[in-house]
């Protein structure tokens, strides 16, 4: 009798979409997360965000920046995100406190999470939103 592939059995890590515009913040972030164990996605902007949602399999939770540049901000790529895959995770970052008030944006269950924020912050909220993701499937 063949045995199973002993990788086959582990379950595939969560996926984090990371959308930062600022390269030194978003290598960094990145490099955190996938030391945690997550398979990690780069975006600089929603464009480009929304262009590998096209093209993965899934992705569990999306981790972005609400200022950026381009014709979408954070709010407006979680706004696209939320009608197109609900299931999807949303973590909101800013390090201005004009955009803290998701609320405002139609975004009232999407946590902001302010600049600068502690690593272990960070991680305890991404391991809480992928675990409410596992939840729901």
């Known amino acids: 009798m063949p045995v199973a592939n002993a990788s086959a059995l582990q379950p595939e890590p969560p996926t984090i979409l990371m959308v930062e515009d600022?390269?030194?913040?978003?290598?960094t972030i990145a490099e955190c997360l996938?030391?945690?164990?997550?398979?990690?996605?780069?975006a600089p902007n929603a464009t480009e965000a929304i262009a590998q949602l096209a093209t993965v399999e899934h992705v569990?939770?999306?981790?972005?920046?609400i200022r950026m540049p381009g014709r979408m901000d954070g709010f407006a790529l979680?706004?696209?995100?939320r009608a197109r895959h609900p299931e999807i995770?949303?973590?909101?970052?800013?390090?201005?406190?004009?955009q803290s008030r998701p609320e405002d944006s139609g975004l009232?269950?999407?946590?902001?999470?302010?600049?600068?924020?502690?690593?272990?912050v960070l991680r305890t909220r991404v391991a809480d939103l992928v675990m409410l993701r596992s939840a729901r499937s």
């Open 60 to 65: 569990d939770l999306i981790f972005s920046d």
């Open 78 to 81: 979680a706004r696209w995100v």
């Open 22 to 27: 600022e390269p030194v913040l978003l290598e």
């Open 34 to 42: 996938r030391d945690w164990g997550y398979t990690v996605l780069e």
């Open 108 to 120: 009232s269950d999407a946590p902001i999470l302010r600049k600068p924020y502690e690593l272990g």
């Open 89 to 98: 995770r949303i973590l909101l970052t800013t390090g201005y406190e004009g």
